[in-house]
């Protein structure tokens, strides 16, 4: 019967873990489109020769990956 339960056991944090690593590449994917934007939004700030309404406009048009 322990042993049953130790696999269980076994299984449930095996499937857990699944789970946590799934998520984590969910967040860095997240966190990856995020820095791309603030990147863009740096460049559109520090770069005075360019149309910041026309930029931002592109941003919102633009597919998020």
Not at 4 to 25: C, D, I, P, Y
Not at 30 to 58: K, P, S, Y
């Amino acid at each position: 019967m322990f042993k049953r339960w130790l696999k269980h056991k076994e299984a449930m944090t095996s499937a857990l873990n699944h789970q946590t690593a799934e998520k984590a590449a969910q967040y860095a994917a997240q966190v990856e489109r995020l820095e791309q934007r603030v990147r863009v939004l740096e460049r559109i700030v520090t770069d005075r020769g360019m149309g910041v309404a026309d930029e931002i406009e592109r941003l919102r048009d633009a597919p998020l990956n």
